[in-house]
């Protein structure tokens, strides 16, 4: 069993920044593959940003690249999500996501809300 805790959401600014974080359970952290997806209100949730086990590879949505950068601390079995130049389009739900021998594992979200 994984179990997911994503922190770091809030309310921001256009323009502004915002990391969050996901800390995971689980002895084996280091060979998941993790990722991020977001929920825009009344919309489907969305593939954000993934990193492989090793953090050599990493893929983003379009909307996303060159704005966030996802990243991993296998020892503090813990991932991030560094956000910049935020968006009102970015306001979401934003979930963590961990794909373990074909299983899929989520947190419960963090809400992250900018203002224009």
């Known amino acids: 069993q994984v179990q997911l805790v994503e922190s770091g959401g809030g309310l921001v600014q256009a323009g502004g920044s915002l990391r969050l974080s996901c800390a995971a359970s689980?002895?084996?952290?280091?060979?998941?593959?993790m990722r991020w997806f977001r929920q825009a209100p009344g919309k489907e949730r969305m593939f954000v940003a993934a990193i492989s086990w090793s953090g050599g590879n990493t893929n983003y949505a379009d909307s996303v690249k060159g704005r966030f950068t996802i990243s991993r601390d296998n020892v503090k079995n813990t991932m991030y999500l560094q956000m910049n130049s935020l968006k009102p389009e970015d306001t979401a739900v934003y979930y963590c996501?961990?794909?373990?021998?074909?299983?899929?594992?989520w947190g419960k979200g963090t809400l992250v809300t900018v203002s224009s």
């Open positions: 689980g002895r084996t952290f280091s060979s998941y593959v």
């Open positions: 996501n961990a794909h373990v021998s074909a299983l899929d594992y």
